[in-house]
């Protein structure tokens, strides 16, 4: 494969960094981005050794609205031409709504919807005008279920799972694609981080993935051009079970009897 190159957030930890390990073993350059900068430099280190590939490192906080111009500068400087977009960095908070203080909700939405939005914003363009492009975006199973209490989750979740598949309708045609991956429960820091950890734990074995296993079928769905992706058996028929109309359906009205097109 010539040289291409994926931007990943969220690539210090879990499935993020996981995404780092599967596309530098496909032979694509690397550009990681999370906070955690240190992190970053030693998987850079391993990837190179591993594999021989080109892999910079941005530390950024995507919960600053200055992070996705700042990131694709820093691309733009190094003359990397970003051809596969993992927009992954995320976290679900877990205070009441109204005890939360503004900061920390605008914070998750700047996170998982403005900074999701803005990437994909600024790389399609050059993907739809190269005539290749990937994109995928991490939603989550929450896209598919009932509102939780309080949370921003599964509301943000719905948003990246909706705007895909439209970003998708679009690019298609020029050769890009964009899918939606929604994982359920995926062994990650992810719970560390929400203090659900402890909860979490007694969860069944069978309700959860590794994160090999979700990239894999994140990353096969988004080369087939399948706009969203809900990874292994028990996710699918969690999130089948959830909705009337199964999301494949959903999909075709939308592309095929939108009055607005
Ligand atoms: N694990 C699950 O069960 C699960 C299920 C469905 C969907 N997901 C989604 O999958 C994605 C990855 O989650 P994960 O499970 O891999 O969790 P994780 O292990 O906690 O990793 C989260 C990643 O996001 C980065 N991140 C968080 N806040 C950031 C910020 N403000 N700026 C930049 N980077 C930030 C973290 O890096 P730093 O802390 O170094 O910044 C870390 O690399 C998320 O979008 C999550 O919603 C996870």
């Known amino acids: 494969m010539s040289q291409r190159t994926a931007l990943i957030t969220g690539a210090s930890a879990g499935i993020g960094a996981t995404f780092a390990r599967f ?3 496909e032979g694509y350059n690397l550009l990681l981005v999370a906070r955690r900068e240190e992190r970053l430099r030693e998987l850079a280190q391993e990837l190179t050794a591993a594999h021989g590939i080109r892999c910079d490192v941005f530390a950024a906080d995507l919960t600053d609205p200055a992070a996705p111009a700042a990131i694709i500068d820093f691309a733009d400087r190094q003359g990397l031409t970003i051809d596969f977009l993992v927009n992954n960095a ?4 877990k205070s009441k709504f109204v005890d939360a203080p503004w900061k920390e909700l605008a914070g998750e939405i700047q996170l998982m919807i403005t900074a999701v939005t803005e990437l994909a914003h600024r790389v399609a363009p050059g ?5 290749w492009g990937r994109i995928i975006n991490l939603s989550s199973i929450a896209a598919f279920a009932p509102p939780g209490e309080s949370l921003l989750y599964t509301g943000i979740k719905s948003y ?44 069944p074995d069978f309700l959860w993935q590794q994160p090999e296993e979700v990239v894999k079928e994140g990353y096969e769905a988004v080369m087939k ?26 999909y075709l009205l939308g592309k095929t009897f939108n009055p607005f097109k």
């Open 127 to 131: 993907m739809k005008a190269r005539g």
């Open 160 to 203: 990246v799972l909706n705007i895909s598949q439209s970003l998708d309708m679009e690019l298609k045609p020029y050769g890009v694609h964009v899918t939606a991956l929604c994982p359920g429960f995926t062994w990650s820091e992810f719970h560390d981080v929400m203090g659900t950890r402890d909860t979490t734990n007694k969860f």
């Open 23 to 25: 596309l530098a073993a």
């Open 90 to 93: 995320g976290l679900s908070g």
């Open 225 to 250: 051009g399948k706009p969203f992706c809900v990874p292994g058996k028990v996710n699918k028929a969690i999130a089948a079970s959830m909705r009337p109309v199964p999301e494949s359906v959903r």
